[in-house]
């Protein structure tokens, strides 16, 4: 099943299409309290998003997601950034607060999981959707009329008389619309979703999700979908990037991943979702927590809950390899010899 | 049985719109340590009905009791008995946790209020036990809840709930943040609670596929109506109302061709 690949370029997975973003050693490191030291939450991620691709982000909470993507549009003020972060040439990092500040909306807009805590109560539908354009310096009929367009587009019906609507007057699902309205008016490229639909109810959840798909085929924009719902992955998104502690431990296709997870932390992951169409008693759940970042153990930071560890587990950090279409980071699949004692912790 | 609900409406104030009625005629009954499901659509009046059960807030018409203590009119030990015993955790990780009180703070807090452990030791320790049991790590008693991410503000609000060992827990979305690891990690703990303390438990989720694995009953409601409630088997297996097959149909699938084909069809049956 598995095709020849040439070995392609080994900072990312190439995508199919041309690369938007290449990210590449990007590091965050966060202030620990007033003591001027700091924490290495981010941990050297690679990966790259092509034009119009759907990549989801996965993994454990706490193992960085939000601040990778907020990263990407340095969001956080306080965060120390390294590595690069390539977008249509250009290197984010590198960039003056105020090219950044044009950037964001125009170039990689974000929405949030809480549409409410991002919508202003006292400001009118239209006036917020608007706004992105009028700090941009469109004329304010001008901005009006995009917005109306985009929340037409984006299924709010009867937006022209809505646009003098305020929040409140909106369902959920409605609001999330609105807060992806604020983030499409400036014609991204790239959308970043931090757990957009978690909020909501299946149903809505299901037309959101609907319409990230028609978006985004519509307009050739690339999403960047963090979640935890692998429904939600499986489907919606093309790729799939897992992430356990400040690293990206697999990278494939949606497909392949679901259909045989190489790591064996994706393959936990799956296991433990509980299905709509199956019957079980316990559920599956991976042992113990992921590590603090202050106290990340030696060797693969996934050892000392790792089923299938070895010997060389605790000592040597897996790399992030190509393997077949993938990028696994783990010793089982870097085409080392090794005897495998796996240490079973039952002892059996 | 250990808590009834009779008939109880409620309505909002929506000045200067007149009141808005979002629960009509909601009855359900909780038994000693069963798993109950409450699911519904956005708006559907899951969390109102939770905060009655909590006595948060007070339906206009209808009466609630528990274990002999008629909810709506408690005072005095009556109603501290009722709150120690009713226990709850939030939807929102963020909005219910006191930035400024550290873990053990939060977690003991209970105790403390209750008088359930007289001294700090004793309370350390039962704070120490109840974070391993939800799969934190006690070295973290000291720090401030501000640097912890959702899941784990999650998990300390489910300790602080279980540590008084109360008879029902409410819990209005409790792994709606939570990634899958950990979600898995809090059902089986709520389920193992469940079983142990013989704890019931009323679960307000729109997650089906979790609630299908924890509860042993559902209650489907819709625009503040219960429009069926069943057994697990009855609802997920045999749903009688279009509202609850529509429902299941739009739960997401974590299999890319089961998921995708069926999120296909029903585009397709929408379309038409
Ligand atoms: N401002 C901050 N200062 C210090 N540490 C932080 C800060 N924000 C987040 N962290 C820590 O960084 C780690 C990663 O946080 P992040 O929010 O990126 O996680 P996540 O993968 O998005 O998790 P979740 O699924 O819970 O949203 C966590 O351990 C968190 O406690
Ligand atoms: N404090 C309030 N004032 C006015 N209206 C309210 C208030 N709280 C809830 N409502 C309205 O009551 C209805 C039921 O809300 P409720 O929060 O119980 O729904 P829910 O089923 O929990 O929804 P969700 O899944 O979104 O949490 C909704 O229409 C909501 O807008
Ligand atoms: S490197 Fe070893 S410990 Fe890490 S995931 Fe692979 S087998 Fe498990
Ligand atoms: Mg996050
Ligand atoms: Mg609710």
């Given at each position: 099943m598995r095709t020849v690949h040439p070995m392609p370029d080994q900072s990312a997975v190439t995508p199919l299409r041309q690369p938007l973003v290449t990210v590449d050693k990007l590091t965050v490191d966060m202030p620990l309290g007033r003591s001027g030291s700091s924490v290495r939450i981010v941990d050297g991620v690679d990966f790259s998003i092509g034009v119009g691709e759907r990549v989801a982000l996965v993994g454990e909470?706490?193992?960085g997601k939000s601040l990778t993507a907020r990263a990407l549009m340095?969001?956080?003020?306080l965060a120390r950034l390294s590595g690069r972060v390539d977008f249509d040439g250009t290197d984010l990092l590198k960039l003056s607060d105020r090219d950044m500040g044009r950037l964001r909306g125009s170039s990689i807009a974000m929405v949030f999981q809480d549409p409410m805590s991002f919508l202003d109560p006292l400001m009118t539908i239209g006036d917020q959707v608007a706004e992105t354009l009028r700090i941009r310096g469109v004329g304010k009929a001008e901005a009006r009329k995009r917005a109306l367009a985009v929340l037409d587009e984006l299924g709010v019906d009867r937006a022209a008389e809505r646009l003098?609507?305020?929040?409140?007057?909106?369902s959920g699902g409605m609001r999330q619309r609105v807060v992806l309205a604020m983030a499409l008016v400036g014609e991204p490229r790239l959308l970043i979703a931090d757990e957009p639909t978690t909020a909501l109810d299946v149903r809505v959840q299901d037309q959101v999700l609907d319409l990230l798909d028609d978006v985004s085929a519509r307009r050739g924009l690339a999403v960047l979908f963090i979640t935890h719902d692998l429904g939600v992955v499986a489907g919606f998104a093309e790729r799939v990037m897992v992430m356990y502690s400040g690293r990206i431990v697999e990278d494939g296709e949606v497909a392949s991943v679901f259909a045989k997870p190489s790591h064996p932390y994706t393959q936990g992951l799956i296991k433990a979702v509980p299905r709509i169409d199956q019957d079980l008693n316990t559920l599956y759940a991976i042992p113990g927590a992921p590590p603090p970042p202050l106290a990340r153990p030696n060797g693969c930071p996934f050892h000392p809950r790792c089923d299938q560890r070895f010997e060389r587990c605790d000592k040597d950090l897996p790399a992030l390899l190509q393997v077949g279409l993938s990028r696994v980071a783990c010793h089982l699949h870097d085409g080392q010899q090794h005897d495998r004692h796996p240490h079973d912790r039952k002892g059996a | 049985m250990l808590m009834s609900i009779d008939s109880i409406a409620k309505s909002y104030n929506a000045f200067p719109n007149p009141p808005a009625k979002v629960l009509h005629d909601v009855t359900l009954k909780v038994d000693t340590g069963e798993a109950i499901g409450l699911v519904g659509e956005s708006g559907s009046g899951k969390s109102t009905i939770a905060k009655c059960m909590l006595a948060l807030i007070r339906p206009e018409a209808g009466a609630i009791t528990y274990d002999g203590i008629d909810v709506i009119h408690a005072k005095g030990e009556d109603l501290r008995r009722f709150r120690r015993e009713v226990q709850m955790v939030f939807q929102d990780p963020y909005g219910s946790l006191n930035p400024r009180m550290t873990v053990e703070e939060l977690i003991g807090e209970g105790l403390l209020i209750h008088k359930l452990e007289p001294t700090a030791a004793a309370r350390r320790a039962r704070v120490a036990e109840m974070m391993e049991m939800v799969g934190l790590n006690p070295n973290d008693m000291d720090r401030y809840t501000r640097s912890f991410s959702g899941g784990q503000r999650q998990r300390i609000a489910i300790a602080r709930a279980l540590v008084i060992r109360p008879r029902i827990l409410v819990c209005d979305e409790?792994?709606?943040?939570?990634d899958v690891s950990v979600q898995a990690q809090v059902i089986n703990l709520l389920q193992d609670m469940q079983r142990k303390l013989n704890l019931a438990i009323v679960f307000v989720a729109h997650d089906l596929a979790v609630v299908r694995h924890l509860c042993e009953r559902i209650v489907v409601l819709h625009k503040g109506k219960v429009v069926e409630q069943g057994t697990r088997e009855q609802i997920f297996d045999n749903p009688q109302m279009p509202y609850t097959q529509s429902l299941l149909a739009a739960v997401p699938v974590p299999d890319p061709v089961v998921g995708r084909a069926r999120r296909a069809a029903r585009r397709l049956e929408t379309a038409n």
């Open positions: 909470s706490g193992s340095r969001l956080d003020r003098d609507a305020y929040p409140h007057e909106f | 409790p792994v709606a943040a939570l």
